[in-house]
T-cell receptor, first 109, second 112 residues
Framework: GQNIDQPTEMTATEGAIVQINCTYQ??????LFWYQQHAGEAPTFLSY??LDGLEEKGRFSSFLSRSKGYSYLLLKELQMKDSASYLC??????????WGAGTKLIIKP | IAGITQAPTSQILAAGRRMTLRCTQD?????MYWYRQDLGLGLRLIHY???????GKGEVPDGYSVSRANTDDFPLTLASAVPSQTSVYFC???????????FGEGSRLTVL
């Protein structure tokens, strides 16, 4: 079966760095997405990785290792507004998105 | 209209009633999707459409139907609602099949 694993919840301190991991087992691989979802709102796109390595976009970076079936989202200089759920999704060989359950990130002052 | 609009934003419905959730996009995206989101679970695909005139079944299609008469509209119908269909429903679109998704604000449905 297809499976995406992420930690259910993480806590971090304002100004710090946090890494949210995602491991996957899917039928084929055609890219990995990270989305941010604030409570009561719609998910919004953060990043896309299809090749191994690190993609940096401001305070957010995303890393992919296809051989390990592993990705992480790195958030630097955490702000209170970063409190949200972070969703990992993998596009499989049929170009369908398989979603993880999301990681709820709590930022404390 | 900017992006994707869903209606209603919230609805309480008696079991057995018919309900249509509306979704309209103005980005001229070819692909559209309906997801449900339940606590502790990932987004689950109900139905999708890769282009106007075509639809396909997702992971959890039972009890739901869709139509795609034109590019902009993609309504989701519950023919006879049941309590297990209580959920938050998100409509989304993408330029191409499997591309970055743009989501509507969601429709919170409660079936009693």
């Amino acid at each position: 079966g297809q499976n995406i694993d992420q930690p259910t919840e993480m806590t971090a301190t304002e100004g710090a760095i946090v890494q949210i991991n995602c491991t996957y087992q899917t039928s084929g691989f055609n890219g990995l997405f990270w989305y941010q979802q604030h409570a009561g709102e719609a998910p919004t796109f953060l990043s896309y990785n299809v090749l191994d390595g690190l993609e940096e976009k401001g305070r957010f970076s995303s890393f992919l290792s296809r051989s390990k079936g592993y990705s992480y989202l790195l958030l630097k200089e955490l702000q209170m507004k970063d409190s949200a759920s972070y969703l990992c999704a993998v596009r499989d060989s049929n170009y369908q998105l398989i979603w993880g359950a999301g990681t709820k990130l709590i930022i404390k002052p | 209209i900017a992006g994707i609009t869903q209606a209603p934003t919230s609805q309480i419905l008696a079991a057995g009633r018919r309900m249509t959730l509306r979704c309209t996009q103005d980005m001229r995206h070819n692909a559209m999707y309906w997801y449900r989101q339940d606590l502790g679970l990932g987004l689950r695909l109900i139905h999708y459409s890769n282009t106007a005139g075509t639809t396909g079944k997702g992971e959890v299609p039972d009890g739901y139907s869709v139509s795609r008469a034109n590019t902009d509209d993609f309504p989701l119908t519950l023919a006879s609602a049941v309590p297990s269909q209580t959920s938050v429903y998100f409509c989304a679109s993408s330029r191409g099949e499997g591309g970055e998704l743009f989501f509507g604000e969601g429709s919170r449905l409660t079936v009693l």
